[in-house]
């Protein structure tokens, strides 16, 4: 079983960052894509972003494109989030998610990811 542990996250003025980080633990498995996700209350679980194993490849919802940032230390099995100019539609409970599976074909569905996180709350005060 693989363990995930987001943490980071807080209460931050708009405007203002903050960075998110998701440590893995327990079973370990070749090259896992990781991915972050996000709940705002009374929605579904949505995409954020994706990196694969190397870092050389992500992708982001459009909503966070060009404020997100999505990183790896695989020799910390950490993967992070660093989200800038936050804003009133950024608040929710953020997951990280891992995908036991090969790197490939959809990404942006919660069902692509096989172990979650808990999640931590994003609170942006205006």
């Known amino acids: 079983q693989v363990q995930l542990v987001e943490s980071g996250g807080g209460l931050v003025q708009a405007g203002g960052s903050l960075r998110l980080s998701c440590a893995a633990s327990g079973r370990t498995f070749s090259r896992p894509a990781m991915a972050w996700f996000r709940q705002a209350p009374g929605k579904e679980r949505e995409f954020v972003a994706v990196i694969n194993w190397s870092g050389g490849f992500t992708d982001y919802a459009v909503s966070v494109k060009g404020r997100f940032t999505c990183s790896r230390n695989n020799s910390k099995n950490t993967e992070y989030l660093q989200m800038n100019s936050l804003n009133a539609e950024d608040p929710a409970v953020y997951y990280c998610?891992?995908?036991?599976?090969?790197?490939?074909?959809?990404?942006?569905?919660?069902?692509?990811?096989?172990?979650w996180g808990q999640g931590t709350q994003v609170t942006v005060s205006s």
């Open positions: 998610a891992a995908r036991a599976a090969a790197f490939g074909g959809t990404y942006f569905r919660a069902v692509d990811y096989d172990y």
